[in-house]
């Protein structure tokens, strides 16, 4: 009577033995990628993976080895989110192998160990590493190592409305060479409120909409610090040019005196910021290359360069005409076996191929990391990129890579919303900023 | 009995506000992590010595690749192929690099073609700088720096560890930064403001509001208007704001009516502080309402009716019942009621999280909303855990503070004595 069981589980655990001796051959491998702010246009930013584990698997079988990816792609559309469970994954040893992030969280990972350097896993004279902008390199580099490969660039102009720039007196050879002007310093952040503000009293666009700038806090805001000749690092420290931050702050507080941007602008609905810019209802505003991809794929404004002129950031007084590039960086997770690691530095290194990263930078209107990247059709043909890599990028520059920067922007940023909403006055504000500075960060910060 | 009350109290009362307490005396954040750190020269480490120890400093601030003899000997040790160590004997001896790409090119470039795994491998033999390798212990960096020549006196010893530790250590500056920050300051009023206003106009006043004018009501009628006033309590928080939301946003119900009266549309819920604060205190104020109505209304309910009706023979009014028979009995659900929903108020912030965030620019930021900000959830991702921890720790005591006074205001001892009439 009991023979029969006992048989059945006997050749039940001798089938489930031999499979796992066949599986134990096979060598499989779990790689999981996660992405911060990743929207629907970001997708290829962790599917490019799929593609490169798939050459990689290739490259093994071609060995004599047998190779089995599994990628797991987790993409967060936000940053809070994004990093406050990348954070506390981490720190419960369950970080992914691969994670997409702003270049600036390499500071602060690195120092607390949750990031290994991509340099001690891949040859960085070896293609296609050795072809990306040497520049963008430096930026997810920190403390002269390299911690991670540039997964796109990007750069953040300044969008006209063209319609409503015609309609307060400019020619058409006018718009056309505001980009040059904006460059050369000719049209600065002042003629910027000046021309919202013709906008709303020729009753173009409502109170408030003259000038749209982004409805949250982001790297932009940096621009017009730099506008207004502030500097954010110098020698491994971080500056806080007062009067600069001043004459930013005093900016947005004379916006919204003149009526043309909202007090209550920052914390609105962000779909609902996309659908007005995307629709004329504001007149001038603010984005990254990356907002094309949006308000062409899912905003529906087909005819973009009919109805938008861009530039870089204007410059203020005393300072310089800008723009930010804000790169994502494929970042090697700490607390994985050296094998782990090592198959994730070889797929981040495939995935960096101009014609896959091209893929990314296409659909999401980034800009490509290696000049070869251009070459590509598929980027070559793209008006939009070519033109913004041309207009844009050689007027770069970039967040500083210190392991204090996320506090010295909380403050910089949690000042500039008081003293755009009057919650406290410009000079208050500044005061604030800077006793905060000098109690929280001491002797790291150069204050003057 | 005693044992397991005791236990529960003990891991989940005293267990969170210990380790609290634990954290807010640390610098804990994301840079420093939480299981502690590692001993690593980088170029911050460097500056910070630059003061007290230029010469140090300028030594260990170059990245250096040396092929000696000591790298070999390890390299043979590994026993990779036997060309590499041979080679590198004849034809590179003593160079030294300035980086390890130009020494790992030198490595690449061996007749037998190393992997890059191996190239990785080999440079590590050769790296004599201590800058950005990760000692695990103190001791194995001050070994390395008298390798490169650096013997340090114990006090020096102490100052180049403390410059270059990456964990976290004790200390009681977050509190300093508490008390000495305007914004810290400006979040406490904003504290006390929202709790106060929220406590007395809603919390108990408007709830016994309800509870009185439900007691005379007949009891059909008064179960429907206690039941309707539950919704915004047993409503799921996200779904009672996002109605909020609709309510007030540019193209919710607000704007759509002044609209009709040719206004323009406009996000009421953030247009200024004191709209803010108006719909932050509604949203918390209809949940709290709720609460004390129910408390209200089972002791005004547990009245003996002989007491209403003997007033009404004497001819009492409605308002002397309320003053004379309703208020002096239900001062203990009073006590209650302020006790817990000022608790409860000092600590939750899930109803502003999702309706303001804290905005328009920090206009509705309350204490705890900040400590979450500052602990757990920024744009910037900088995590500071101490901090974070800290402002959690000052809301303890203010909870702790105000209950004392609480139970001093409404003579705790007298509710809980014997009633005279039983001596």
Same mark, same amino acid.
């Not at chain 2, 300035?98 to 050769?126: C, G, M, N, Y």
């Given at each position: 009577?009991?023979?029969?069981?006992?048989?059945?589980?006997a050749?039940?655990?001798?089938?489930?033995?031999?499979?796992?001796?066949?599986?134990?051959?096979?060598?499989?491998? *779990?790689?999981?990628?996660?992405?911060?702010?990743?929207?629907?246009?970001?997708?290829?930013?962790?599917?490019?993976?799929d593609i490169?584990?798939?050459?990689?698997?290739?490259?093994?079988?071609?060995?004599?080895?047998q190779?089995?990816?599994i990628?797991?792609?987790t993409?967060?559309?936000?940053?809070?989110d994004?990093?406050?469970?990348l954070?506390?994954?981490?720190?419960?040893k369950?970080?992914?192998?691969?994670?997409? *992030?702003?270049?600036?969280?390499?500071g602060?990972?690195?120092?607390?160990g949750?990031?290994?350097p991509?340099?001690?896993f891949?040859?960085l004279?070896?293609?296609?590493?050795s072809?990306?902008?040497?520049?963008?390199?430096?930026?997810?580099?920190?403390?002269g190592t390299?911690?991670?490969?540039?997964?796109?660039?990007?750069?953040?102009?300044?969008f006209?409305?063209?319609?409503?720039?015609?309609?307060?007196?400019?020619?058409?050879?006018?718009?056309e060479a505001l980009p040059a002007?904006?460059?050369?310093?000719?049209?600065?952040?002042k003629?910027v409120?000046?021309?919202?503000?013709?906008m709303?009293?020729?009753?173009?666009?409502?109170?408030?909409?003259?000038f749209?700038?982004?409805?949250?806090?982001?790297?932009?805001y940096?621009?017009?610090? *730099?506008?207004?000749?502030?500097?954010?690092?110098?020698?491994?420290?971080?500056?806080?040019?007062?009067?600069?931050?001043?004459?930013?702050y005093?900016?947005?507080?004379?916006?919204?005196k003149?009526?043309?941007?909202?007090?209550?602008h920052?914390?609105?609905?962000?779909?609902?910021?996309?659908?007005e810019?995307?629709?004329?209802?504001?007149?001038?505003?603010?984005g990254g290359?990356?907002?094309?991809?949006?308000?062409?794929?899912?905003?529906?404004?087909k005819?973009?360069f009919?109805?938008v002129?861009?530039?870089?950031?204007?410059?203020?007084?005393g300072?310089?005409?800008?723009?930010?590039?804000?790169?994502?960086a494929?970042?090697?997770?700490?607390?994985?076996?050296?094998?782990?690691t090592?198959?994730?530095?070889?797929?981040?290194?495939?995935?960096?191929?101009p014609?896959i990263n091209?893929?990314?930078?296409?659909?999401?209107?980034?800009?490509?990391?290696?000049?070869?990247?251009?070459?590509?059709d598929?980027y070559?043909?793209?008006r939009?990129?070519?033109?913004?890599?041309?207009?844009?990028?050689?007027?770069?520059?970039?967040?500083p890579?210190?392991?204090?920067?996320?506090?010295y922007w909380?403050?910089?940023?949690?000042?500039?919303?008081?003293?755009?909403?009057?919650?406290? *006055?410009?000079?208050?504000a500044?005061?604030?900023a800077?006793?905060?500075?000098?109690?929280?960060?001491?002797a790291?910060?150069?204050?003057r | 009995?005693?044992?397991?009350?005791?236990?529960m109290?003990?891991?989940?009362?005293?267990?969170?506000v210990?380790?609290?307490?634990?954290?807010?005396?640390?610098?804990?954040?994301?840079?420093?992590g939480?299981?502690?750190?590692v001993?690593q020269?980088?170029?911050?480490?460097?500056?910070?010595?630059?003061?007290?120890m230029p010469?140090?400093?300028?030594?260990?601030?170059?990245?250096?690749?040396?092929?000696?003899e000591?790298?070999?000997? =390890?390299l043979? =040790?590994?026993k990779?192929?036997?060309?590499?160590?041979?080679e590198?004997?004849?034809?590179?001896?003593?160079?030294v690099?300035p &980086?390890r790409?130009e020494?790992?090119?030198?490595?690449?470039?061996?007749?037998?073609?190393?992997?890059?795994?191996?190239?990785?491998?080999?440079?590590?033999?050769?790296?004599?700088s201590?800058l950005?390798t990760r000692?695990e212990?103190?001791?194995?960096?001050?070994?390395s720096?008298?390798r490169?020549?650096?013997?340090?006196?114990?006090?020096?010893?102490e100052?180049v560890?403390?410059?270059t530790?990456?964990?976290?250590v004790?200390?009681?500056?977050?509190?300093?930064?508490?008390a000495n920050?305007?914004?810290?300051?400006?979040?406490?009023?904003n504290?006390?403001?929202?709790?106060?206003?929220t !406590?007395?106009?809603?919390?108990v006043s408007?709830a016994?509001?309800?509870?009185?004018?439900?007691?005379?009501m007949?009891?059909s009628?008064?179960?429907?208007f206690?039941?309707?006033?539950l919704?915004?309590?047993?409503?799921?928080?996200?779904?009672?704001v996002?109605?909020?939301?609709?309510?007030?946003?540019?193209?919710?119900?607000?704007?759509?009516?002044?609209?009709?009266?040719?206004?323009p549309?406009?996000n009421y819920?953030?247009d200024?502080?004191?709209?803010?604060?108006?719909f932050?205190?509604?949203?918390?104020?209809?949940?709290? +309402?709720?609460?004390g109505?129910?408390?209200? &209304? &089972?002791?005004i309910? =547990?009245?003996?009716? +002989?007491?209403?009706?003997?007033?009404?023979v004497?001819?009492? &009014?409605?308002?002397?019942?309320v003053?004379?028979?309703?208020?002096p009995?239900l001062?203990?659900?009073?006590?209650?009621?302020?006790?817990?929903?000022?608790l409860s108020l000092l600590a939750s912030f899930?109803e502003i999280?999702?309706?303001?965030?804290?905005g328009?620019?920090?206009?509705?930021?309350?204490?705890?909303?900040?400590?979450?900000?500052?602990?757990?959830?920024?744009y910037?991702?900088?995590l500071?855990?101490?901090?974070?921890?800290?402002? =959690? !720790?000052v809301?303890?005591?203010?909870?702790?503070?105000?209950s004392?006074?609480?139970?001093r205001?409404?003579?705790?001892?007298?509710?809980?004595?014997?009633?005279l009439?039983?001596d």
């Amino acid at each position: 009577m009991t023979v029969l069981p006992i048989l059945k589980s006997a050749t039940l655990a001798a089938v489930l033995f031999a499979s796992t001796a066949v599986f134990a051959a096979a060598k499989d491998v *779990t790689i999981s990628v996660w992405s911060g702010g990743s929207g629907p246009n970001d997708n290829y930013r962790t599917d490019a993976f799929d593609i490169a584990a798939d050459i990689l698997e290739r490259e093994a079988a071609i060995r004599g080895e047998q190779l089995n990816i599994i990628v797991q792609k987790t993409p967060y559309s936000g940053w809070e989110d994004f990093k406050q469970a990348l954070t506390l994954a981490a720190e419960a040893k369950k970080a992914p192998n691969i994670v997409a *992030t702003g270049h600036e969280d390499i500071g602060p990972w690195a120092q607390a160990g949750l990031i290994v350097p991509v340099e001690n896993f891949i040859d960085l004279d070896s293609w296609p590493i050795s072809d990306i902008y040497p520049n963008l390199m430096e930026i997810t580099s920190f403390n002269g190592t390299v911690y991670g490969i540039p997964q796109d660039a990007e750069s953040r102009p300044f969008f006209f409305w063209k319609p409503y720039m015609k309609a307060i007196g400019y020619s058409d050879a006018d718009i056309e060479a505001l980009p040059a002007k904006v460059a050369k310093g000719e049209y600065t952040l002042k003629n910027v409120l000046e021309d919202a503000k013709k906008m709303q009293d020729k009753g173009l666009v409502h109170a408030g909409y003259g000038f749209y700038p982004r409805n949250s806090n982001g790297p932009d805001y940096w621009q017009f610090y *730099t506008s207004f000749g502030g500097v954010m690092e110098e020698e491994g420290k971080l500056v806080f040019d007062k009067a600069a931050m001043k004459r930013t702050y005093q900016y947005f507080a004379d916006l919204v005196k003149a009526g043309v941007t909202k007090k209550n602008h920052i914390g609105m609905p962000g779909d609902q910021w996309w659908k007005e810019v995307a629709t004329g209802k504001a007149g001038i505003w603010h984005g990254g290359t990356w907002h094309y991809a949006r308000l062409v794929n899912q905003e529906g404004l087909k005819d973009f360069f009919n109805n938008v002129q861009f530039t870089l950031t204007p410059a203020g007084e005393g300072g310089k005409s800008n723009t930010l590039t804000h790169p994502l960086a494929y970042l090697l997770m700490a607390g994985h076996t050296d094998e782990e690691t090592r198959i994730a530095a070889d797929l981040i290194k495939i995935a960096s191929e101009p014609r896959i990263n091209a893929l990314h930078a296409i659909k999401s209107a980034h800009l490509g990391i290696s000049p070869s990247e251009t070459k590509v059709d598929l980027y070559a043909a793209d008006r939009w990129a070519s033109e913004a890599t041309e207009r844009l990028l050689p007027h770069a520059n970039a967040m500083p890579n210190n392991a204090d920067f996320g506090k010295y922007w909380t403050i910089m940023w949690k000042n500039l919303e008081a003293s755009w909403t009057g919650a406290k *006055t410009v000079d208050a504000a500044v005061n604030d900023a800077e006793t905060e500075l000098k109690s929280t960060l001491g002797a790291a910060i150069i204050i003057r | 009995m005693i044992a397991p009350a005791a236990v529960m109290i003990f891991l989940f009362f005293l267990m969170p506000v210990v380790l609290t307490a634990i954290f807010a005396m640390t610098n804990m954040s994301t840079a420093t992590g939480i299981s502690g750190g590692v001993w690593q020269v980088t170029q911050g480490a460097v500056n910070r010595l630059k003061a007290d120890m230029p010469e140090l400093a300028s030594g260990i601030a170059e990245p250096r690749f040396v092929i000696d003899e000591e790298g070999l000997a =390890a390299l043979e =040790a590994l026993k990779l192929k036997a060309g590499f160590t041979a080679e590198l004997r004849t034809s590179h001896m003593g160079e030294v690099f300035p &980086s390890r790409r130009e020494a790992e090119r030198v490595i690449k470039a061996l007749k037998d073609r190393p992997s890059t795994r191996e190239v990785k491998q080999i440079s590590d033999l050769f790296n004599r700088s201590v800058l950005n390798t990760r000692f695990e212990t103190r001791d194995e960096l001050m070994a390395s720096l008298k390798r490169l020549g650096f013997t340090l006196t114990p006090a020096e010893q102490e100052t180049v560890a403390k410059a270059t530790y990456t964990g976290w250590v004790w200390t009681t500056e977050n509190f300093r930064i508490i008390a000495n920050s305007p914004d810290m300051a400006q979040i406490f009023l904003n504290t006390a403001f929202y709790v106060s206003v929220t !406590l007395l106009v809603f919390n108990v006043s408007y709830a016994l509001f309800l509870a009185i004018t439900t007691h005379y009501m007949p009891a059909s009628t008064a179960s429907i208007f206690r039941a309707i006033w539950l919704l915004p309590r047993i409503t799921p928080v996200v779904i009672y704001v996002l109605m909020w939301k609709w309510l007030t946003w540019d193209s919710g119900f607000i704007s759509m009516f002044m609209g009709q009266f040719g206004y323009p549309p406009k996000n009421y819920l953030l247009d200024s502080a004191y709209n803010a604060w108006f719909f932050v205190i509604l949203i918390n104020g209809f949940i709290g +309402a709720s609460m004390g109505m129910l408390v209200f &209304s &089972s002791a005004i309910k =547990a009245i003996p009716q +002989a007491h209403f009706h003997a007033s009404e023979v004497d001819g009492a &009014s409605r308002w002397q019942q309320v003053r004379h028979i309703i208020l002096p009995q239900l001062r203990w659900p009073i006590l209650f009621v302020t006790c817990y929903q000022t608790l409860s108020l000092l600590a939750s912030f899930n109803e502003i999280l999702l309706s303001t965030r804290g905005g328009p620019g920090k206009a509705t930021e309350v204490w705890s909303l900040a400590a979450y900000h500052t602990a757990l959830q920024n744009y910037t991702g900088n995590l500071e855990y101490g901090l974070g921890a800290a402002m =959690a !720790l000052v809301l303890v005591v203010v909870g702790i503070v105000l209950s004392l006074i609480y139970l001093r205001i409404f003579r705790y001892d007298t509710l809980i004595s014997k009633p005279l009439i039983e001596d």
